[in-house]
């Protein structure tokens, strides 16, 4: 083992903590959660959305995201929220 596969590891971590700055800058004002190692986040939407009609509103305008309703188990409690990709 040369090194070889943790230089990688350990740049592409670098690189997903670029992002998720990078992502949280452009999403100030709203309530992220998300870890810094993470390769998405989840944003909680304002009042006045819902996570599927935001979704599809995102994707009629070549954004692709998917809404909390996609890995809800328990349909009774899903939070308004969608979750972005950051790689």
Same mark, same amino acid.
């Given at each position: 083992a040369d090194g070889? !596969? &943790?230089?990688? !590891?350990? %740049?592409n971590l670098r690189e997903l903590? &670029?992002?998720?700055q990078l992502a949280?800058?452009?999403?100030?004002? =709203?309530t992220v959660r998300s870890h810094p190692a +993470? #390769? =998405?986040?989840?944003?909680m939407l304002p009042g006045h959305w819902d996570a599927e009609s935001f979704a599809a509103s995102a994707k009629a305008n070549?954004? +692709?995201l998917v809404s909390a309703d996609y890995f809800a188990v328990d349909r +009774? %409690?899903? #939070?308004? !929220?969608?979750?972005? +990709?950051?790689n």
């Open positions: 070889t !596969a &943790e230089r990688i !590891a350990q %740049n903590k &670029e992002r998720h949280l800058d452009m999403l100030k004002g =709203f +993470s #390769p =998405f986040m989840w944003v070549g954004v +692709s +009774s %409690n899903v #939070p308004a !929220a969608i979750r972005i +990709s950051l």
